[in-house]
C-alpha cells in the first residue's frame, strides 16, 4: 500500500495491521543513450510497490534523487550531498517509526546510496531499537538471474543487459531502442584499489555491457524471482514477522 495515495483515516488503520515501513531509494542520473534519467528510482518505486503488496507493507514515496556524484559530468544527472540525503532519508525513516511501524526495508536502486543507508540503519537500530534491512537492488539480483544473462563481459553493468531488461518489463514505452548498443570499457589494471575517476573517460554513453541484449521476458523473469525472494526475506525470522 502506498503512503501517498492512501486517506488519512485508511493509514491510520492500515498502520495497526503491520509494523512494516517499505522506503524505496534511487537516483537520477545519466543511465545509457536509451533509458530514463529516473530509472533507478523508477525502478525502485516498482519493486517496492510489488513487496508491499505481498507483504502488507507501507510503501513511502520514493526518493528519487541520491548521492551520484560519480556521473555529475553528464548532462541532467542530479545529485545531492551524502549528509544531507542521509538526513531526509533519516527523517522520513523516524517518521515511518513514530508511526508504529517497526521493521524497515530499504529498496536501494543505487550504488551510491548504499553506505549512506547502511550507516543510517545501524544508527536507527541502536537508537530506536528497530529492524532495518536494504535490498541493493542490482547486486541483489546478480544470483538470481545468473542463469538469464547473456553478456559474457558486463551483463551487470551500468544500463546494460540486465538494466535494459528490467526497463523494458516495468516501463517499456520509457526505452529507446533505437539507441540500444554496447560498450565494453578498459579493463582496470588495479580492480582492487579504490580511487576517484572519470566515469565519462571509462564509458562515454555512461554504459557498461551489452544492452541489446536485453529483454522484457528476461526483464520479467528477474523481478518475478527478486520480489520473491524479498517477500520471503520479509516473512522469516530473520526479519521478524
Not at 520479467?220 to 526479519?239: C, D, H, K, L, T
Given at each position: 500500500m502506498q503512503i501517498w495515495l492512501m486517506a488519512w483515516p485508511d493509514f491510520d488503520e492500515a498502520r495497526r495491521r503491520t509494523d512494516l515501513g517499505i522506503i524505496p531509494t534511487g537516483a537520477v542520473e545519466a543511465y545509457g543513450p536509451h533509458l530514463p534519467l529516473g530509472a533507478d528510482a523508477l525502478v525502485a518505486e516498482a519493486v517496492a510497490r510489488l513487496v508491499g503488496e505481498h507483504t502488507g507493507g507501507l510503501v513511502a514515496p520514493v526518493i528519487p534523487v541520491g548521492e551520484s556524484r560519480a556521473l555529475a559530468e553528464f548532462p541532467g544527472t542530479l545529485t545531492v550531498p551524502a549528509p544531507a540525503f542521509r538526513a531526509y532519508l533519516g527523517a522520513i525513516a523516524r517518521?515511518?517509526?513514530?508511526?508504529?511501524?517497526?521493521?524497515?526495508?530499504?529498496?536501494?536502486?543505487?550504488?551510491?546510496?548504499?553506505?549512506?543507508?547502511?550507516?543510517?540503519?545501524?544508527?536507527?537500530?541502536?537508537?530506536?531499537?528497530?529492524?532495518?534491512?536494504?535490498?541493493?537492488?542490482?547486486?541483489?539480483?546478480?544470483?538470481?538471474?545468473a542463469d538469464l544473462v547473456r553478456d559474457p563481459?558486463?551483463?551487470?553493468?551500468?544500463?546494460?543487459?540486465?538494466?535494459?531488461?528490467?526497463?523494458?518489463?516495468?516501463?517499456?514505452?520509457?526505452?529507446?531502442?533505437?539507441?540500444?548498443?554496447?560498450?565494453?570499457?578498459?579493463?582496470?589494471?588495479?580492480?582492487?584499489?579504490?580511487?576517484?575517476?572519470?566515469?565519462?573517460?571509462?564509458?562515454?554513453?555512461?554504459?557498461?555491457?551489452?544492452?541489446?541484449?536485453?529483454?522484457?521476458?528476461?526483464?520479467?523473469?528477474?523481478?518475478?524471482?527478486?520480489?520473491?525472494?524479498?517477500?520471503?526475506?520479509?516473512?522469516?525470522?530473520?526479519?521478524?514477522?
Open positions: 517518521s515511518l517509526i513514530g508511526w508504529g511501524l517497526r521493521r524497515l526495508l530499504f529498496i536501494n536502486t543505487h550504488a551510491g546510496n548504499v553506505p549512506i543507508i547502511n550507516d543510517l540503519m545501524a544508527e536507527l537500530a541502536a537508537d530506536a531499537g528497530v529492524r532495518c534491512a536494504q535490498v541493493d537492488w542490482w547486486r541483489f539480483i546478480q544470483p538470481l538471474a563481459a558486463y551483463p551487470f553493468g551500468h544500463a546494460g543487459e540486465v538494466g535494459t531488461s528490467v526497463l523494458l518489463y516495468l516501463y517499456p514505452d520509457l526505452v529507446r531502442a533505437e539507441r540500444l548498443s554496447a560498450h565494453n570499457p578498459p579493463a582496470d589494471p588495479f580492480p582492487e584499489v579504490l580511487r576517484p575517476r572519470s566515469y565519462r573517460a571509462q564509458a562515454p554513453d555512461a554504459l557498461v555491457g551489452d544492452a541489446r541484449l536485453g529483454s522484457r521476458e528476461q526483464g520479467g523473469e528477474i523481478v518475478r524471482r527478486a520480489v520473491a525472494r524479498i517477500v520471503a526475506y520479509v516473512q522469516s525470522p530473520e526479519f521478524g514477522t
